[in-house]
């Protein structure tokens, strides 16, 4: 099956620092990909949609100055979380998809933890 | 817009039991429809999906749903529980088409089996 990466796998940093999650599709070219968060004991929450060499879609409620998203090609697409605080500590997840006819294909998620 | 409901937050099992996760969807359009498993602290494991091809999915571990258009329902179930089976499982609904294709789930069941 395909398989999407993402890196790294957990991070700690201190607040006010701006950390970068990279989102990788290892084995087809991806040209949307999706930016979930994911609070203790919730559900995924849909951040954005990136398409390749297109600005991102946010959605409501989601800061696109604080989360910034860039999908520079057809395997990769980064989320820097800018000014990071310890309310924006969670679990980030990306899935990536080839087109509208198959599912997307979900990283393992990264663990970020501000303090 | 598409959006799913799991009906219960938590489900109580005993090890042998039948496993019955409820799922209703909302879409315009039919649908494609995913059930997800997640256990502590890691990424989503994709178990089954319907893609408007037979109603009946069988996924891995045992576990199959069924998709009834008359219902809006996407129920998971399993004929008997394992211990390995305890985990958070999310239904997730995917659009097609020009209704966009981002993956939006439910609220997550948590899943507990007993000895």
């Known amino acids: 099956g395909a398989v999407v990466s993402q890196h790294p796998s957990w991070v700690i940093c201190k607040s006010g620092t701006s950390v970068k999650i990279e989102c990788r599709s290892l084995?087809?070219?991806?040209?949307?990909m999706f930016w979930y968060r994911q609070f203790p004991k919730q559900s995924l929450m849909l951040m954005a949609t990136s398409n390749e060499g297109s600005k991102a879609t946010y959605e409501q409620g989601v800061e696109k100055d604080k989360f910034l998203i860039n999908h520079a090609s057809l395997t990769l697409s980064t989320l820097t979380v800018t000014s990071a605080h310890p309310e924006d500590s969670s679990f980030y997840i990306c899935s990536a998809a080839w087109d509208m006819n198959t599912e997307a294909f979900f990283g393992q998620g990264t663990r970020l933890t501000v303090v | 817009a598409q959006s799913v409901t799991q009906l219960g937050s938590h489900v109580s099992v005993s090890e042998g039991a039948l496993v019955l996760l409820r799922c209703n969807y909302s879409?315009?359009?039919?649908?494609?429809l995913f059930w997800y498993v997640q256990y502590p602290n890691q990424g989503l494991q994709l178990l089954l999906k319907y893609t408007s091809a037979a109603t009946l999915v069988k996924g891995i571990n045992g576990f199959e749903a069924e998709f009834k258009k008359s219902e809006t329902s996407f129920h998971l179930t399993k004929p008997s529980a394992h211990m390995s089976d305890a985990a958070e499982y999310f239904c997730a609904v995917r659009g097609v088409g020009t209704g966009g294709f981002k993956t939006i789930f439910g609220a997550g069941t948590r899943l507990f089996v007993k000895a």
């Open positions: 879409s315009s359009v039919p649908p494609y």
């Open positions: 084995d087809f070219q991806a040209t949307t």
